[in-house]
Structures are given as C-alpha cells and as structure tokens.
C-alpha cells in the first residue's frame, strides 16, 4: 500500500481528488485507487517542555540553568493524538510513504518527525506542491522524488527549532528571574528572532524622542539656455562655512550672502559637464510572500497576517501559488505556461488587468527565469486557473491584483531611458542637475509612479545641451527646510526592516555579509512574530495608520538584555547558517555545540544582571530585592524579592512590611 502523508486535511483532498478511483473518505484518511492518503495538523509532535524532562523543572530557579537536554524529546500534542494514531497505524500497514508536507523548511520537518518518531523503515519518496491547481498536482504527482535528497532542509528545521528551544527557554527564565528578584512581576519572554525585532521598535522611538529639528537651506538657481529653462541645485565646496555636520547649509548669513554673490554681475554661466548615459531598468521581480506583504500593506494598508492569511485562501482555491515562500524567481519550466495563464488573466474582471494581460508579450523573457535561484518553491504567480475575481473577497481580489500584476510586468519590455548629469559654474560657485528621458516606459507602465521607489532631488527635465555652453543666470532662492525625524514602523514597514536585516547591524563587516541574507526570522513566521508581541503587551498600535509604540514592558527587556541579544547581528547570521545547512555545507551537531555553548555564557551573565528596584518597600538587609507581600502557613508576611540569596522576613502590619521585626519569619 502507498500512503501519502499531507501537512493538513485540505491539502490531503486535494491529492486524493488525482489519484485513481474510486475514493473513499474515512475517519483520518481517504482510501484511492492508488494508496491511502492521510494528513497532519501542523506539526502533530511538539517539542518536550523543560518540565517533561525532569519535573524539578517545573520549577523556575537560576540554579538549574541551563537546560540543555542530552537527548531531544518529541511528545504527541493532545489534540493531536487521535490523527497520530491514525497515521501510526496506516504507516504499519504502508508498502512505500510519499511525504507531502509543504515546499519549505518546516514542511520537510513537520513529516519527517513523524516518521522517525514512529520508527519507520519503509522507503519514502518526496512530492513538492507549489501549487494545487489540476495540472500542477500532476506534474508533482508524476515527478516523485527521493525524500533523501531533502535531508539537509530537515536538519536545517532541526537546528532552528532546537536553537530557539535553548534561547527561548533559558533566557526567559534567566531574564524574568533576575527581574522578579528586583520586584518586577512580569514575565520575559526572549527569543532569538522577536527581541532583535522589539528592539527594533524600542531604537526607533528613542530616536524620535531625542530627535531636534535643524532647520537648513537648499539653494537652487534658474538658468537660460538656447534651448530652455532648467533649475540646477548648488552643491558647496568642502571648505564652505555655514554647513552642519550633515554637510548641510544651515547658516541663514551665509545663505543671503550667498544670493547676493550669485545674483551680481556677470550674469553669464557655463555648463562645464554634460553626459548621457542610456540606462535600463529590469521587470521587478515576481513576489515572495514578504515582498507581497510589504506591497500589500503599502498600497492597501493590510497588516502582514492578513495577507499571508490571504494569499493561503488564494492557493487553497487553486488562483495562487505556494504562499509562504523566500524566493522571488521562476523556474524556466514554468515559463510554458506563460500564453495560459496570460490568456486567462485577459478574462479578469478588473479592467486594467485584463488590458495589461492582453498586451503583454509571452515572447519576453525576464531575468525572473532562472532555475540556480529556485529551491523547494518559486515566487507567488497565479495559477493557470481561471479567475475572473467572482466569488472573491476585497481582500482576495487586492492580494491578487498585486500577484497578477507582478506576474504580468514579466512580460512587459525593460524600461529604458537616457539620464544626462549637467554641471554648471557660475560665480565660482558649481551647481548640477539631472534629467531623464524615458525611450520606453515598458514595465514600469503597470506601477505608474509606485515603480520609482527613489526619486533624486535634482531629476527633471533638461534641454538638450553639451559641455561648454554658455547659458545665462535667472534667478536663484534658498528654500527653507526642516530635518524630520524617522517614522515610526507599522506591521508591513517593520516587517519590511526584518527582511532587510543588513540596514540594522552594528558591525559595519557583517553589514556587507548580510545583504545576501535573507534578514530574520522565515517568511511564515515573521508576520507571527510581530502579532505576538502585540498580544503579549510590548508593542501597541496608534492612530489610523497603526504605528507600532513600544509599551513599558518592552522598554524593561530590551534595557535589560545585553546587546548581543537585542542587535540581530547573530541572529542574522544564524539564518545564514541555517541557509548553509539545508544546501549541506553546516553541520546539525556543531551548530548545537555553539548554541549550547553561548547559552551558558548567557545564562551566567543574567545571575548577576541588576534591575532597578520595583516596589515601595526596598530590602534593608541586602538592599538588592524589594519586600513583597507572602502567604505562609500561619498567613501574610513580608519576604524580600532576592529569596534565597537574602532570608529577610517580617510580619505584615496594616498591609505593609513591619520593618523591625526583621530577625525571623515570623509569618512562615
């Protein structure tokens, strides 16, 4: 018997819908003409509390720490445990296994648990589903793989999870502890990817806090030539006076002096540099799931869960591909589908889809087909489904639009143009400008101004000119402008600054190493990250817009933890790491020995870590804890906070310590 294992019931019927007939639904499992199909809920097996490897754990003390076990344990998660059954026995009964987790990381692990955890020696093959269109779930079907030649993916979702496990565990005791030692009765919670991303937040409102407006000047002069008006701007000399640290005119003096000499005879200037270098911008990129969910929330205002959410409703009604991908290329393979799903998208209901699908030219091939950048998925594309946008909601027809769209300008001609840098003397003074004429606007027609992420201060419209030419002086003006301080994030922008981790490090080394890092945290989980540490209370939303504002609890963490903690610098780099692993260059268990290894230097240095005193009763005795209110056996009493390093105890009068019976506990 051949049994197919899927990540989840939906996906289960779907591949029982192609095999051979007939079909029969059971309870856990849908019988074929061609095996047995069967399915998880996620991952069926979690991983072993601290508490389920020795009960003393149960239990917060310093002195335990850290826990690190010798043997991992996976445990059967209760809900689970039916469906566990399940496919415990149908794997006893099964001839040959088809692992059919999703295309990614966590996909490959959430099966391959299962079966080493039941014992299994049958021979297991791998089917990879990008999408769950008819002709996809053929194509897969039909192109079965070896389920070892994705051993590396596993043990790279081995690592990670047994990596967060050590710092998840042991440094939220070791952090909380020596913060309720200091009277703080909260619990901290730090992980490896969301306390770099908190921290994030925490830095930028700092900087918002400290931030002083500087007020400067720009001066731009008007110039005729023969041919036209155009505006250049001035660019000082290092030796200028008047300017700020940021090279800035910020001196008003010097800006009206500056008029005065610009405006005084001669009024003849020249254009001492003219070049034109013809320039083509490439398709953007099809989307992977961060570059849709920061798209998304930039044009929709959509949070990241909601379009990830979204984009899943979109796969499981066969219109999209895999959502929950890294990459944002296509393999060459599926290029042949290109007239198909063209063909389709000239049917949509939205009338500048179908315009755009109807002038796109399948011929065209962008740098977006290219089988060395594809792993276990590709980007988000439609599928050759048809959708006309019927029976979809708003924020299915938008997320979509935004997929459709993408896949489109693929087909659309590069964007071409001439940019022509000018610089101009007058006064002894150098001034430049720049201007672009667009040859062809290709597919940036389908973006209109959101295709131009930066736009320079000094890029219009020039005549035509060359070096040498004399042009004559107009009029000039210094415009008053003011710094503004950074914007706060919002789900999609700090979602965006997790991605583009590299922006973030402090070593100025692995800043240039982390560009071709894919930021923090996977593309799942970094839109979970950001809503946990909404509903956990250390981040909050503000105004329409929803800003993101850290809370006081978020303040007291990151102050707390040290920096290697809250800079993503290692963080990042342990996704680089992980990255290597499942390509087969890192190994599982030396990962794990330095994991284990930072872990008890971390826990060591939280023992003596001192948080500032919470309470309105400081410890006389050892003045590091604070006295709180206990129940003891012959009732309330007062202990200090740095119970057991500091005995101090002493009965409680009117609801308050009495401080001078401090010699016995007398309530214990």
């Given at each position: 018997m051949k049994l197919f294992i899927a990540e989840k019931p939906s996906l289960g019927a779907e591949i029982a819908k192609y095999l051979p007939g007939p079909l029969t639904r059971r309870d856990g499992y849908i019988t074929t003409g061609d095996g047995v199909v069967t399915w998880g809920f996620g991952h069926i097996l979690r991983q072993a509390e601290p508490g389920e490897y020795d009960p003393k754990y149960e239990k917060w003390r310093m002195e335990d720490l850290p826990i690190i076990p010798e043997t991992w344990k996976l445990v059967v998660s209760?809900?689970?445990?039916?469906?566990?059954?399940?496919?415990?026995?149908?794997?006893?009964?099964?001839?040959?296994?088809?692992?059919?987790?999703?295309?990614?990381?966590?996909?490959?692990?959430?099966i391959d648990e299962v079966l080493e955890y039941v014992g299994n020696q049958k021979p297991v093959k791998r089917v990879l589903l990008n999408a769950l269109d008819e002709k996809s779930i053929r194509q897969a079907l039909a192109g079965l793989r070896d389920n070892q030649d994705f051993q590396n993916l596993k043990q790279s979702a081995l690592a990670r999870?047994?990596?967060?496990?050590?710092?998840?565990?042991?440094?939220?005791?070791?952090?909380?502890?020596?913060?309720?030692?200091?009277?703080?009765?909260?619990?901290?919670?730090?992980?490896?990817?969301?306390?770099?991303?908190?921290?994030?937040?925490?830095?930028?409102?700092?900087?918002?806090?400290?931030?002083?407006?500087?007020?400067?000047?720009?001066?731009?002069?008007d110039f005729q030539h023969e041919n036209g008006l155009f505006t250049a701007y001035w660019k000082p000399a290092e030796n200028q006076a008047g300017l700020d640290a940021e090279g800035r005119l910020a001196d008003n003096a010097v800006a009206q002096a500056l008029l005065a000499k610009l405006t005084a005879p001669p009024q003849t200037a020249e254009v001492v540099q003219c070049e034109t270098t013809e320039k083509k911008e490439p398709q953007r990129l099809p989307l992977s799931l961060s570059s849709l969910q920061v798209l998304a929330g930039r044009k929709f205002g959509y949070d990241p869960q909601l379009v990830l959410d979204t984009a899943q409703k979109l796969y499981e009604k066969k219109l999209a591909t895999y959502p929950r991908s890294d990459c944002d290329f296509l393999p060459e393979s599926q290029l042949a589908d290109a007239a198909v799903i063209l063909g389709n998208l000239r049917g949509n209901k939205v009338a500048v889809l179908a315009d755009w699908a109807g002038r796109a030219d399948a011929r065209i091939r962008s740098r977006a087909w290219n089988d060395k950048k594809i792993t276990a998925h590709h980007a988000i594309i439609p599928t050759v489904e048809k959708c006309s946008g019927a029976g979809l909601s708003e924020t299915e027809q938008n997320v979509y639009f935004l997929i459709a769209q993408a896949y489109i300008a693929q087909f659309f001609p590069v964007h071409a143009y001439s940019q022509t840098k000018v610089a101009v003397r007058h006064a002894a003074e150098n001034f430049t400008a720049g201007g672009r004429i667009v040859r062809e606007l290709g597919w940036k027609e389908l973006y209109g101004t959101d295709a131009d992420e930066k736009k320079e201060e000094d890029e219009g419209t020039l005549p035509p000119m060359e070096s040498g030419d004399k042009v004559d002086f107009v009029q000039a003006a210094a415009e008053k402008k003011s710094t503004r301080p950074p914007g706060r994030f919002t789900a999609a922008t700090l979602l965006a600054a997790m991605k583009e981790i590299h922006k973030y490090v402090k070593n100025q080394e692995l800043k240039k190493q982390l560009k071709d890092v894919s930021g923090i945290g996977t593309e799942a989980t970094r839109a979970t990250i950001i809503t946990e540490l909404l509903t956990r209370g250390f981040l909050r939303e503000e105004k329409k817009k929803k800003f993101l504002v850290p809370t006081a609890s978020a303040y007291l963490l990151i102050d707390a933890l040290p920096e290697e903690l809250t800079y993503p610098d290692s963080t990042a780099l342990w996704e680089n790491i992980l990255r290597q692993m499942a390509e087969g260059s890192q190994s599982l268990e030396e990962f794990l020995r330095r994991q284990a290894e930072y872990t008890a230097e971390i826990c060591a240095q939280a023992t003596d870590l001192r948080f500032a005193l919470k309470g309105d009763y400081p410890c006389p005795r050892c003045g590091n804890g604070v006295m709180q209110p206990r129940n003891g056996k012959n009732g309330k009493f007062w202990g200090c906070s740095q119970y057991p390093a500091c005995r101090n105890s002493c009965n409680d009068k009117d609801g308050a310590p009495d401080m001078p019976l401090q010699s016995a506990r007398a309530g214990g």
């Open positions: 209760p809900s689970c445990q039916k469906q566990f059954d399940v496919i415990k026995n149908l794997i006893d009964e099964a001839t040959e296994i088809v692992h059919a987790g999703d295309p990614d990381r966590e996909g490959q692990l959430l999870a047994r990596a967060d496990w050590l710092i998840g565990m042991n440094f939220s005791r070791a952090f909380t502890l020596a913060a309720q030692r200091a009277g703080h009765r909260t619990t901290l919670p730090v992980g490896r990817v969301k306390t770099p991303t908190l921290a994030l937040v925490v830095r930028r409102e700092r900087e918002i806090e400290s931030f002083q407006l500087v007020d400067y000047f720009t001066v731009k002069a």
